[in-house]
């Protein structure tokens, strides 16, 4: 059952952009430390960025730093990752992930979000190809 619902996903052109969505279902999301992560099939998930509840302080992927931007809007229990100047090599399924003892400290958090953590949705699918 998943506990977040991402929505956004689709096919878009090199250099286009796209903002994706993370809702939780259900449950406030003020106290969590949120990730996003992405995952092409065959290969392995990665951690792509996330947010700290505490101070909205962010990290990013070094592939995606300068490119990506998360931000969260926890009245209406969302986060965001908005994508610009999209790359072919950022195709894959889209999807965020959270856990009470999750903290986004710092980079080196962001490989963390592989983890089984307890909170995650099902993705949105992203398409770079012209």
């Known amino acids: 059952q998943s506990q977040f619902v991402e929505s956004g996903g689709g096919l878009v052109q090199p250099g286009g952009s796209l903002r994706l969505s993370c809702e939780s279902s259900?449950?406030?999301?003020?106290?969590?430390?949120i990730g996003w992560l992405r995952q092409v099939p065959g290969k392995e998930r990665e951690g792509v960025s996330c947010?700290?509840?505490?101070?909205?302080?962010?990290y990013y992927a070094d592939d995606v730093l300068g490119r990506f931007t998360i931000s969260r809007d926890n009245a209406k229990r969302t986060i965001y990752l908005q994508m610009d100047d999209l790359k072919p090599e950022d195709t894959a399924n889209y999807y965020c992930?959270?856990?009470?003892?999750?903290?986004?400290?710092?980079?080196?958090?962001?490989?963390?979000?592989?983890?089984?953590?307890?909170?995650r949705g099902k993705g949105t699918l992203v398409t770079v190809s012209s």
């Open positions: 947010i700290r509840a505490r101070d909205n302080e962010a």
């Open positions: 992930a959270s856990d009470p003892y999750y903290y986004c400290s710092s980079y080196q958090s962001i490989p963390l979000l592989k983890s089984d953590l307890s909170y």
């Open positions: 259900g449950f406030t999301i003020d106290d969590l430390d």
